[in-house]
């Protein structure tokens, strides 16, 4: 018993002894596991600034890519540019040397030029002095043909006065004439109704209204057709009689001759 004992302890002895190697190798592994963690965010840490600087590397490397791909297309650009001016320069040399010879000829026909302009300027002054000669001439004609025209029209304006004063004098004694001609039919209109009213009545008879209806015409008083015919009688008359020639003075007799046969 005390054997067992002594072996029970000294195996709790050594477990405990293991149990403190193992609690002291654990607190070197947590702290070994607690280094690798610090390492590891460490290690994240350093990864994302290389991936950030990576990024930035990318994006200046596209950049500079973008660059010179324009300073590429820049120079082709230039190149070509250079082509067409060095192209340009030396047709315009090749002009230059033929300019001198062009200018030559193009001196040659405006002196040509100048001298049919002067040629023709030289006629032109000629013309314009006989031009200007025969316009006096005229001139002077004209003159004296306007002297005689006035004199013409003073002798016209003269007699279109004289002519004038003939006119108002016919047209004063046409007046007179119509005038005692009016009050001559105004008597003779009298003494028709006179005679008219002394052999009928003024009344209309029915045999009368019934003919002018059967025949399909305006119906006129005897009395009125009587004064109608010794109008139209006493018209001729008056116009066999008479010699002058107004339409208006005509028409105003007219009708006072008709005013008055009419009542």
Request: proline residues 2%.
């Amino acid at each position: 018993m005390i054997n067992a004992a002594r072996a029970n302890s000294q195996t709790i002895d050594a477990l405990q002894q293991q149990l403190e190697q193992s609690c002291s190798k654990t607190k070197k592994l947590e702290a070994e596991v607690q280094e690798l963690q610090e390492q590891v965010q460490n290690l994240l840490a350093t990864t994302v600034r290389q991936t950030t600087v990576i990024e930035e590397c990318d994006r200046v490397l596209s950049e500079t890519k973008a660059q010179q791909q324009r300073a590429e297309r820049k120079y082709e650009e230039q190149l070509q540019i250079s082509c067409e001016l060095s192209a340009k320069s030396e047709r315009l040399e090749v002009q230059v040397d033929s300019l001198p010879v062009e200018l030559e000829k193009e001196v040659a026909s405006l002196k040509s030029e100048l001298t049919k302009y002067k040629d023709a300027l030289r006629d032109k002054d000629k013309e314009l002095e006989s031009i200007q000669h025969a316009y006096i001439a005229k001139e002077d004609e004209c003159l004296h043909v306007g002297e005689d025209a006035k004199d013409e029209i003073n002798l016209l304006s003269e007699q279109i006065a004289v002519l004038q004063e003939q006119m108002d004098s016919e047209r004063k004694d046409r007046s007179r004439w119509a005038t005692a001609r009016l009050k001559l039919l105004a008597e003779f209109c009298d003494e028709e109704s006179m005679l008219g009213s002394t052999r009928k009545p003024h009344g209309v008879s029915l045999d009368d209204q019934q003919l002018a209806l059967i025949e399909k015409q305006p119906f006129v008083a005897p009395q009125r057709r009587k004064a109608k015919s010794f109008k139209r009688a006493t018209s001729s008359h008056v116009t066999d009689d008479q010699s002058y020639d107004g339409d208006d003075s005509d028409e105003d007799i007219e009708q006072t001759r008709s005013s008055i046969v009419f009542g």
